[in-house]
C-alpha cells in the first residue's frame, strides 16, 4: 500500500508558474517510476511528464515539453512539477500517480500502467 498527497495548486494568470509537489508513505518510494497525469471536465485523463526511479530519465508530451519540469528527491519520498510559462489549456486536476512497469520511461504514459494515484490538486489558469 502506498499514499500519495498532491498539493501547491492553485490560480494563476496566463504567463505565471506553480510548483506541485508529491509526497509519499508506505512504501519505498524509489522502487517506482513517477509520473503526473492531467484531467479537465469531460476531457481524458493524460500523461504530462514522467520521471524514472533513479530520476536520470524523463518523458514529456509535446504540449508541456519546454515549460514543465518534473523531479523527484527519493530521500524525501516526494516528486515534484514545476509548471511555468502557464497557458490557459493547462487548466486540469492534476495527478501524482506511481508505477512499477518495467518499461523505458517513455513507453509508460497509459493510465492503467499506474498502481497508485494521490487524489488531484486542481490548477486553473486564466486567460
Known amino acids: 500500500q502506498v499514499q500519495l498527497v498532491e498539493s501547491g495548486g492553485g490560480s494563476v494568470q496566463a504567463g505565471g508558474s506553480l510548483r506541485l509537489s508529491c509526497a509519499a508513505s508506505?512504501?519505498?518510494?524509489?522502487?517506482?517510476?513517477m509520473g503526473w497525469f492531467r484531467q479537465a471536465p469531460g476531457k481524458e485523463r493524460e500523461l504530462a511528464a514522467a520521471?524514472?526511479?533513479?530520476?536520470?530519465?524523463?518523458y514529456y508530451t509535446d504540449s508541456v515539453k519546454d515549460r514543465f519540469t518534473i523531479s523527484r528527491d527519493n530521500a524525501k519520498n516526494t516528486g515534484y512539477l514545476q509548471l511555468n510559462s502557464l497557458k490557459p489549456e493547462d487548466t486540469a486536476i492534476y495527478y501524482c500517480?506511481?508505477?512499477?512497469?518495467?518499461?523505458?520511461?517513455?513507453?509508460?504514459?497509459?493510465?492503467?500502467?499506474?498502481?497508485?494515484w494521490g487524489q488531484g490538486t486542481q490548477v486553473t489558469v486564466s486567460s
Open positions: 508506505g512504501r519505498t518510494f524509489s522502487n517506482y517510476i
Open positions: 520521471i524514472s526511479r533513479s530520476g536520470i530519465s524523463t
Open positions: 500517480a506511481i508505477s512499477r512497469t518495467i518499461e523505458l520511461i517513455r513507453k509508460v504514459t497509459a493510465r492503467n500502467q499506474y498502481d497508485y
